[in-house]
T-cell receptor
């Protein structure tokens, strides 16, 4: 089946630094990938839709200059959290649509802790 | 505005019994519904889906029921097993995949 690989699975960084999270589709091409964020005991909130070869579409309230998304190929999308602060600590998950029948597959997630 | 709601944040069920997880939605135009299971520190995994042309879909121990007039769907797990302990999200693939707030299921021995 379709597999989405997400790395790293966890990362700790200092305030003010930037962190890059990678999301790869391993056995299929993903023209569209999605980035979600989940705070403890809350639902998954869509941050942005990543489109191969074009600019990402951000949800309301998500700072596009802080959460940089690059989708340069059909198998790789990256999310860079720039100038990270403790409030950016969260669980970030990517996903890709794998079929027209509303099939979505998710990466394993990245736990970001900013200290 | 929460379009998909799961009013029970947690549920505890004894092993072997039935688990019933509920989900309500607001938009009667939604025509497809998904259930995902999520373990801590992992991404969600697809469990089962249902189209609005059906009122029931069954896959092994998992059955989803859809009541369109009530804008309500439920996921039944029977018999419940300890490995079913996880957070369950209902989701609607509208203009974007919208998740409910989740229900944490704990299956006890």
């Amino acid at each position: 089946g379709a597999v989405v690989s997400q790395h790293p699975s966890w990362v700790i960084c200092k305030s003010g630094t930037s962190v890059k999270i990678e999301c790869r589709s391993l056995d299929f091409q993903a023209t569209t990938m999605f980035w979600y964020r989940q705070f403890p005991k809350q639902s998954l909130m869509l941050m942005a839709t990543s489109n191969e070869g074009s600019k990402a579409t951000y949800e309301q309230g998500v700072e596009k200059d802080k959460f940089l998304i690059n989708h340069a190929s059909l198998t790789l999308s990256t999310l860079t959290v720039t100038s990270a602060h403790p409030e950016d600590s969260s669980f970030y998950i990517c996903s890709a649509s794998v079929s027209q029948n509303y099939g979505y597959t998710f990466g394993s997630g990245t736990r970001l802790t900013v200290v | 505005d929460q379009q998909v709601k799961q009013n029970s944040p947690s549920l505890s069920v004894q092993e072997g019994r039935i688990s019933i997880l509920n989900c309500d939605y607001t938009n009667s135009m939604f025509d497809y519904f998904l259930w995902y299971k999520k373990y801590p520190a992992e991404g969600p995994t697809f469990l089962i889906s249902i189209s609005s042309i059906k009122d029931k879909n069954e896959d092994g121990r998992f059955t989803v029921f859809l009541n369109k007039s009530a804008k309500h769907l439920s996921l039944h797990i029977v018999p419940s097993q300890p490995g079913d302990s996880a957070v369950y999200f209902c989701a609607v693939p509208a203009s974007k995949l919208t998740f409910g707030t989740g229900t944490r299921l704990q299956v006890t021995l």
